[in-house]
């Protein structure tokens, strides 16, 4: 089964964007979240949301039936 890319150009750079601020605030701006738990799980959250981000494959998206990608 090939799995089809569902996430267009605009969603992408989104996801990259919000993803990077939620890495760099539970990651690198520890101060910002002192929870432990709240920040390894926005920690998750943003490392999940730039893996989706790059390889354009949504698996929520796919079970939802979204596609946000431009058909050519």
């Known amino acids: 089964m090939k799995l089809e890319q569902n996430i267009g150009k605009l969603d992408r750079i989104l996801r ?3 993803s990077s601020v939620l ?3 539970s990651l690198i701006d520890t101060e910002f979240i002192a929870d432990p738990v709240s920040s390894g799980l926005l920690a998750f959250f943003g490392l999940a949301n730039l893996f ?3 390889i354009r ?3 929520l ?3 939802a039936g979204i596609n946000t990608c ?3």
């Open 16 to 18: 990259i964007g919000i």
């Open 52 to 54: 989706v981000a790059l």
């Open 57 to 59: 494959i949504c698996p």
């Open 61 to 63: 998206y796919t079970l």
């Open 23 to 25: 890495i760099y605030i």
């Open 70 to 72: 431009k058909l050519n």
